[in-house]
């Protein structure tokens, strides 16, 4: 219970910072969502001599020196650099600067499936090769999970700040940004810098190539002959604040956070469970105070294999009589771990703002057993008050966002 001083505080999106594979920043990243741009091109971040294929979305026009000014970028591990840059995007789309957040009480959530593996699998080839006392102290140094989060504070500057690195994997992107909702619905800060950031590494590549589920050239969520993922790279940041602050300065408001729901039912290793999913969603839509019927589409989590379409669409259709329209951005931007429900967050808050529903892209005929509208290649003009971004991770993490139109009192 809340007494009149510390009653909720409404939370609203209003910077957005995008690293994908079909663009930097947040319009490149519009322009390819409308045009339903893919990312795909064959893996070159690690020798793939020996897979029958290797494709995937890697950013290939990265450079962190754009971005990121007072820290040495080769200090850094990639996934932090596009934690970094993102976080940089974001701020500057808020119409802030880092001395503005430097006077505020600041949250930085990120995040993350494989934090810095890159440089894991480095080292371990290292000391194969070497021994141990001849890894790269360097790479030693950079490789750690938490530098997601606190590299934002160090290159920003900033001063009264909590930094939270989150390793829910394939979910985590939804739980950083649930962490800051709270805590700025409770007054906890005043703004939050939330989302996920990963890079394609061998280990995850390798990992999934081993359970069969690499698609040979595309990603094809909900299709009949889709045939699995492509695994891909890249961070999404959100700027959040109260509605007050907000409104005090004017900025511009892509949506609104109406609630969040979490689950873990620890069905399986790596098979989702759809009643665990189906409760997610249930207790979502209860902490935004929202019905089924109330939501215009669904962002899923939509990896292209069948295990997890078959069960994300049956907890849909448990939930929902009649499902909304259901995409995957996946089938642009492939499969980017720990910065995939971030960015499919703010995919959502720009089809609120701009009016579309992204397209699922790779789409020939739907699979019988999804049935689901996944707005075939090509995105759809729609007005859009109330939308879902769901998030699935390995041993039944759940994640399932709520996001709403604002609009001012009349």
């Known amino acids: 219970m809340y007494d009149d001083e510390r009653a909720p505080r409404r939370v609203v999106i209003t ?37 029958a294929h290797a494709n995937g979305c890697e950013v290939d026009d990265f450079e962190p020196a754009d971005w990121i000014h007072r820290t040495e970028p080769a200090d850094l591990g990639r996934a932090t650099q596009f934690s970094i840059a993102a976080a940089r995007m974001a701020v500057a789309d808020a119409g802030l600067t880092p001395e503005d957040l430097r006077e505020r009480k600041v949250l930085v959530s990120v995040g993350t499936t494989d934090a810095e593996s890159r440089d894991l699998d480095l080292l371990v080839g290292q000391q194969l090769e070497h021994g141990p006392e001849h890894l790269d102290q360097g790479v030693v140094r950079r490789a750690q999970a938490g530098r997601l989060s606190s590299g934002i504070v160090r290159e920003l500057g900033l ?14 992107g939804n739980y950083a940004i649930g962490s800051g909702f709270d805590a700025i619905r409770d007054g906890d800060v005043e703004t939050a810098l939330c989302g996920g950031a990963d890079a394609v590494c061998r280990k995850t590549f390798t990992g999934f190539y081993r359970l069969g589920t690499i698609a040979p050239e595309v990603c094809q969520p909900f299709d009949k002959d889709r045939k699995g993922i492509l695994t891909g790279e890249g961070a999404g940041i959100l700027l959040m604040e109260s509605l007050d602050s907000a409104l005090a300065r004017g900025a511009r408001i892509y949506a609104e956070v109406l ?25 979502a839509h209860r902490n935004a105070g929202v019905k089924a019927e109330d939501i215009d589409f669904i962002s899923a989590h939509g990896t292209g294999t069948h295990a997890n379409d078959v069960t994300e669409a049956g907890a849909i259709r448990q939930v929902f009589d009649t499902p909304p329209p259901t995409i995957s951005i996946k089938s642009m931007i492939g499969h980017s771990m720990g910065a995939a429900s971030a960015l499919a967050s703010a995919a959502c808050a720009l089809a ?16 019988p057993e999804c049935g689901l509208d996944c707005v075939p290649n090509e995105a759809r003009p729609a007005r859009l008050d109330v939308v879902q971004n769901n998030a699935l991770a390995f041993a039944g993490n759940n994640a399932v966002l709520i996001l709403g139109r604002y609009e001012e009192a009349a």
């Open 259 to 283: 609630g969040y729901g979490l689950s873990c039912d620890a069905h399986h290793p790596v098979a989702p469970d759809q009643d665990g999913l189906a409760r997610c969603i249930e207790v």
């Open 15 to 51: 910077g957005l910072g995008t690293v994908t594979s079909i663009g930097l920043g947040v319009t490149a990243f519009l322009d390819g969502l409308r045009s339903g741009r893919s990312g795909v091109k064959p893996i070159t971040a690690f020798d793939t001599t020996g897979f």
């Open 352 to 367: 609120i703002t701009e009016g579309f529903i992204p397209p699922t892209i790779n789409h020939r005929e739907t699979d």
């Open 159 to 172: 001063v009264d700040v909590e930094a939270l690195t989150i390793p829910t994997a394939c979910a985590a």
